[in-house]
Each structure stands twice: as structure tokens, then as C-alpha cells.
């Protein structure tokens, strides 16, 4: 342990510890924009600067370790004129257009500027930018762009990609792709943990609310909305509710305000997922097929191994995720069931992602030359919508998804959550296979976060190895294990984002200060397993709304119509 001096305050650490978090842990605030915990410690702002005693210069607490002895001030004249005209000279490089900026009122440079009181800007630097907006999902703004580089890090540091890195040198040093191409062109996966990580506007994701207007407003079209797991946990935090709270009711009700001629559940497309992936994983135990079958719902993940690993593409489940399953099943038998000409039909997804937006255009996806999904519009994009039509959220009344497609199981619900595909499908692939009815439905070996989890089952007599894999990096493991012929699973369920769908792309900010201090994943995580142990029926293959559809127009899982209608195939991106 290290006794130093912060403000006064006599403290004891453990060795290794920085001066930013000895502060923080006796409740002194000191103000950061390039930091993130464990992910971006580079002390390249100089927002954070403290005084040590008997040292000239000041240093930058993210980066410096206590010592014995130390006498730290976190607070003076000198480092308060220190870390104001560090911000002017970032402002004064900096596109300052808050008004139309998506980060307005949710910005860590806003706040600091009005922290430090910025009434006037001593300096002005160049302000020019680049915008690359080539990709259906993700927009870069180097004009807003503060160089922090916690994109850089989490791109590389999290998942392992590093599809975005620092060029140029000097004032001419800005963010950019390889060969400072789009990162359309790039090994990006759309998974939009860079926006989550950006302290500013500088990545945010194509906005899809003009397009949704102008369809909403076209009285020839049907419009119906789907709402993804993840989204009802994490939309009251764009109104001020606390993280986690459950909002579904709330939710469909400003759905329904906004004009969609139905308000339905993602939920009930999941519970579709698991009984086709269930179905394609015991027909691969029956007929000796290639292991591990891996999940296939997350697009951000589906990119990764397009790009990274195509010659394993055949370990991919051929499933749809949930949101194109849905939207298939809309378009065919909703249409069919309600008589409405399908191609008036306009499918909105809200999701926790960005790489859904891709996912939505592609064309192996289509049936009869029509897209399952039209539009995707992020969480928060809907939370954006939701207040350019002044509707009061907080005060809503709870409504109800719309029938006759409102049916969803508790197996569902926890498909936002890392671990939840796999819990899913357990739940039904046990039962279909043994012929028991589980007493347990429960797989905690399979919740946490933890960044690969695995167990063994025993279903008759035969062991059944599985993984769970959260986060590109983790992905990659497994990946190079799966290579190298050496893994010993049978069934891997793999998201793109670190904690799953709660964590994705598309949800809620939070400040790199909320997303050190508190547990965001877990409480939004834990909001949907609440959901489950709430609901009556908690798997997937006792829905009787999926079962009607199965008897009714499907067929038998897996069979020839579900298989056009709720399966797709894979590709080779690069050569
Ligand atoms: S990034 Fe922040 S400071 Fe810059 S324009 Fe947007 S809201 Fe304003
Ligand atoms: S979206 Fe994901 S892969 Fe692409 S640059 Fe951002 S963090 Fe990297
Ligand atoms: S794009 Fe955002 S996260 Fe990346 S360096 Fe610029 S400001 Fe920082």
C-alpha cells in the first residue's frame, strides 16, 4: 500500500494505483476527456493535470502512479488556468455547431466548456473537416473530432479490429481508415463501440428519422414497427430515468403516437430464431454435422467473420437474426393473414445497433426481391423522434404490443443480454431432445461478464460443449481455436458488443466517468432477466402465437418454408 496526500486528505492505495483514481475514490472529481478507464490511459488531453509538491510541472493524474509521500493539489489557480487553455485550444479547433450537433445537451466537451466557464475564445485554429457518411451505418466528423483517440483504443484495446487509427502528424493529425479511405472500405464491423467510446459528435450513427418521416407520412403505405430486447431497457435513460429501467409500456405507447399503423416485438422473431437454430443445431448432432454451429443474430459479428475468417463460414448457424425474421414473416404471412398488398408494406426496426442498418440492405436477405426490413432506426434515434414530436415520455400510460403477433417468451426477452442466445436455446434443444420437461430453466453457468464462459451439459448420456463469446477480441479466440482444429465445442453463441445487445452500438451514451463508476451492463442486463422471471411462458418453443404460425404457414421448423423465408447464406467480403 502507498499513504500520499490528495487536497489535504490523508489516503492509503494500493501500489499501482494513478492519482485520478486515488481521487476518485475519496470523491475528488478531476475533469478528463481522452480517459478511459482500462482502455485509453494516455494523458494526452491535459484536462486532468494535478500538482505534485516539490515538482515543477504539473502531470497528468490518469497516467501518473502514487507514490510514497506524495502531496497532490487537484485544485489550484495554476492548474485551473492550465486546463482552461488547453480546452481554448481545443475549442479553437473544434466545429462548434452544437445546435444541430447529435451530441447537444450529451457532450463531454459541452460540459467541460461550461464547467470552465469558456465565455470567449483567445485563439482560433482551423476548424475544416472531413465527412465520410459512404456507410449505411456510421458517419465520421473530423471537424468535430478532439483527438482524444478513444475510438482508436476501443477499435483496437476492445475488439481487436483497428480499423480507424491516428494519421498525420502535428496539427495535421486527424483519425482515418487505411489509405484514408472510407471506413466503408475498411474491415470496420459497424459495431459502433467507437460511438459509445466518442466524448463528442464526431461518430454518430446515418440517421434514419427524414426517411421514416416521409413514410409515416405517406397514408398508402402500412407502416409497422418492431421493437428489439435490448431497446425497452435502455430508452427511458435518453429521458433521465435511471439505467435499466424497463420501459416497454411506455414505449409502445410513444410508438403508437408516432403514427405506426402496428407496434410489434422483436421478441416474438427471437422466439422464431431459437426454434430454427435449435432445429439446425440437433439436426447437426443428428446427421454428424460441422462443429461448433455458431449463432448468427448479431450482424456486427456476422461482418467480423466475413472479413476475418471466411473460410469458416460454414461453422455459421444459417439462421436470420430476429428483426429479419420478423420482418420475413410480416411481409408473408401477416400480409396474407390482414390482406394488405405486401409491397405496401414498410417494416421499422428499433435496435440497439448500427450494423443493423447493414444488415437491412443486404441483398441475400431479401424475399421476392423485397427487404425484410426497411428501416433501422437506432435507441436513439427513437428517443430523438420521440422528442421532435413532443411527446411527454415520462408521463405516458403503459400500452400494449399490438396483436395478433404480440406473443413473446421470457426466453426472448434475454436475447438482448450476452449469454441469452445460448440460455434460449438451451431451454428448447434440451427439451426436444431428451423429451423431459427441463425442472430448471435457468442456465447461469452462461450469464456474467465474463468474456468467454463455457460449460459442459449432459443431455442423453452425450456431453454437449458450449461457449459464450462477448466483444470482438474474445470472438477472435475462439475463432483461432476453431483454425487451428483444436476447439472442443459444439455449439458457440458470439455478439460483437462487450455485454451483448444492452451494450450495442445504438444505445444510450454515457460518459466514460458513468461508464467507470457504474455498472451499466449488469442493470440493463439484469432488467431483462427480470422480464423473464416475470413472464408466464420462458421457452421459446411454448409461444403459442410462433406455435399457429408453424402449424398454419410454416410447416415444420426447419423445413422448406421456413428455410426460404427464415434463412439466408454468408459471403466472402475480400479477396
Ligand atoms: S461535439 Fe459537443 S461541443 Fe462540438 S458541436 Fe457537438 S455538442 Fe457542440
Ligand atoms: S464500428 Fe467497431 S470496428 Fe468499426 S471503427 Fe468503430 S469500433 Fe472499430
Ligand atoms: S472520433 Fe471521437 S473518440 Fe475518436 S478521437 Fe475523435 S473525438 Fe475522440
Redesign the pocket.
Known amino acids: 500500500m502507498i499513504k500520499l496526500n490528495i487536497d489535504g486528505n490523508d489516503i492509503e492505495v494500493e501500489e499501482g494505483t494513478t492519482l485520478l483514481e486515488a481521487a476518485r475514490k475519496i470523491n475528488i472529481d478531476i475533469p478528463t476527456l481522452c480517459y478511459m478507464k482500462n482502455i485509453n490511459e494516455i494523458g494526452d488531453c491535459r484536462m486532468c493535470l494535478v500538482e505534485i509538491e516539490g515538482r515543477r510541472n504539473l502531470v497528468a493524474s490518469c497516467v501518473q502512479k502514487a507514490e510514497e509521500g506524495m502531496v497532490v493539489r487537484t485544485n489550484t489557480e495554476k492548474i485551473y488556468n492550465a486546463r482552461k487553455t488547453m480546452l481554448q485550444l481545443i475549442l479553437s479547433e473544434h466545429n462548434r455547431s452544437c445546435l444541430s450537433c447529435t451530441r447537444n445537451g450529451n457532450c463531454e466537451l459541452q460540459k467541460l466548456a461550461i464547467q470552465f466557464n469558456i465565455d470567449n475564445l483567445e485563439y482560433d485554429g482551423n476548424k475544416d473537416g472531413i465527412i465520410d457518411e459512404l456507410s449505411p451505418s456510421l458517419v465520421r466528423d473530423t471537424s468535430k ?8 483504443a476501443v477499435c483496437k484495446n476492445v475488439q481487436g479490429i483497428s480499423a480507424i487509427s491516428v494519421v498525420g502528424r502535428g496539427s495535421n493529425s486527424r ?1 482515418s481508415c487505411a489509405f484514408d479511405n472510407s471506413i466503408n472500405e475498411s474491415n470496420c464491423t459497424l459495431c459502433g463501440q ?1 460511438i459509445e ?4 459528435g ?2 454518430k450513427e446515418k440517421d434514419s428519422i427524414k426517411e421514416l418521416r416521409e413514410k409515416l407520412n405517406n397514408k398508402e403505405l402500412y407502416v409497422v414497427v418492431q421493437t428489439a430486447p435490448a431497446v425497452r431497457v435502455a430508452l427511458g435513460e435518453e429521458f433521465g430515468m435511471k439505467i435499466g429501467s424497463n420501459v416497454t409500456g411506455k414505449m409502445v405507447a410513444a410508438l403508437k403516437r408516432l403514427g405506426f399503423d402496428r407496434v410489434f416485438d422483436t421478441n416474438t422473431g427471437a422466439d422464431f430464431t431459437i426454434m430454427e437454430e435449435g432445429t439446425e443445431f440437433i439436426q447437426r448432432i443428428k446427421n454428424n454435422g460441422v462443429f461448433p454451429m455458431i449463432t448468427s443474430c448479431s450482424p456486427g459479428w456476422i461482418n467480423y467473420i466475413e472479413i476475418n475468417y471466411p473460410e469458416l463460414l460454414q461453422h455459421l448457424s444459417s439462421c436470420k437474426s430476429p428483426h429479419e425474421m420478423f420482418g420475413a414473416l410480416i411481409k408473408s404471412y401477416y400480409a396474407e393473414k390482414e390482406k394488405i398488398d405486401h409491397k405496401k408494406i414498410v417494416v421499422v426496426s428499433v435496435m440497439p445497433c448500427i450494423a443493423k442498418k447493414y444488415e437491412a440492405k443486404r441483398e441475400e436477405l431479401k424475399n421476392n426481391d423485397l427487404a425484410n426490413v426497411d428501416i433501422v432506426i437506432t435507441t436513439r434515434e427513437l428517443a430523438r423522434f420521440i422528442k421532435q414530436n413532443n411527446i411527454d415520455f415520462i408521463n405516458l400510460e403503459d400500452e400494449k404490443f399490438d396483436s395478433p403477433m404480440v406473443e413473446a417468451t421470457g426466453a426472448a426477452a434475454i436475447f438482448g443480454t450476452t449469454g441469452g442466445v445460448m440460455e434460449a436455446a438451451l431451454r428448447t434443444v434440451e427439451e426436444i431432445l431428451t423429451g423431459k420437461e427441463l425442472e430448471k430453466v435457468e442456465f447461469k453457468q452462461v450469464r456474467g461478464a465474463e468474456g468467454i464462459k463455457e460449460a459442459t451439459l449432459n443431455i442423453n448420456g452425450k456431453n454437449i460443449n458450449i461457449a459464450v463469446a462477448h466483444g470482438l477480441k474474445n470472438a477472435k479466440i475462439i475463432m483461432e481455436e476453431i483454425k487451428m482444429g483444436k476447439s472442443k465445442y459444439h455449439f458457440v453463441e458470439i455478439m460483437a458488443c462487450p455485454g451483448g445487445c444492452v451494450m450495442g452500438g445504438g444505445q444510450p451514451i454515457h460518459s466514460s466517468k458513468e461508464r467507470e463508476l457504474i455498472d451499466i451492463r449488469s442493470l440493463r442486463a439484469n432488467a431483462l432477466y427480470t422480464i423473464d422471471e416475470k413472464s408466464v411462458i420462458r421457452k421459446s418453443h411454448e409461444n403459442p402465437v410462433l406455435k399457429k404460425i408453424y402449424k398454419e404457414y410454416l410447416g415444420e421448423p426447419g423445413g422448406h418454408k421456413a428455410h426460404e423465408l427464415l434463412h439466408t447464406n454468408y459471403f466472402r467480403r475480400f479477396d
Do not use: T
Open positions: 473530432c478532439v483527438l482524444c483517440k478513444r475510438c482508436v483519425i467507437c467510446a466518442c466524448p463528442v464526431a461518430l
